[in-house]
């Protein structure tokens, strides 16, 4: 069993700045590609950004410029620091990682269960 614990989610300003943190835990022999999703109201679930065990990045496009998403692989810890965030920031934000557990014969997608970001004056 694996689990993904979000944390750093809260209330900030237009214009403040959020760092996220995914630990994950458990019986994990490898993570590789590792995610943050976010889900407004009413919307369906949209990816952020995302990066490979070995540091390459990819991020939507109404976030490239503010977020930087990292991770600590000796930790299996994933990040997300938010800056300039705006109003449209505003969503449940979940970690997702593709994990390979010890004794298992292939990765498979595990959830956080998703902390609260919300922008606003």
């Known amino acids: 069993q694996v689990q993904l614990v979000e944390s750093g989610g809260g209330l900030v300003q237009p214009g403040g700045s959020l760092r996220l943190s995914c630990a994950a835990s458990?019986?994990?022999?490898?993570?590789?590609?590792m995610s943050w999703y976010r889900q407004a109201p009413g919307k369906q679930r949209e990816l952020v950004a995302d990066i490979t065990r070995l540091g390459a990045t990819n991020y939507a496009d109404s976030v490239k410029g503010r977020f930087t998403i990292s991770r600590d692989n000796a930790k299996n810890t994933l990040y997300l620091q938010m800056n300039s965030l705006e109003p449209e920031d505003t969503a449940v934000y979940y970690c997702?990682?593709?994990?390979?557990?010890?004794?298992?014969?292939?990765?498979?997608?595990?959830w956080g269960q998703g902390t609260q970001v919300t922008v606003s004056s």
């Open positions: 458990g019986s994990i022999a490898s993570m590789y590609t």
């Open positions: 997702n990682a593709h994990v390979l557990t010890i004794g298992g014969s292939r990765s498979f997608s595990s």
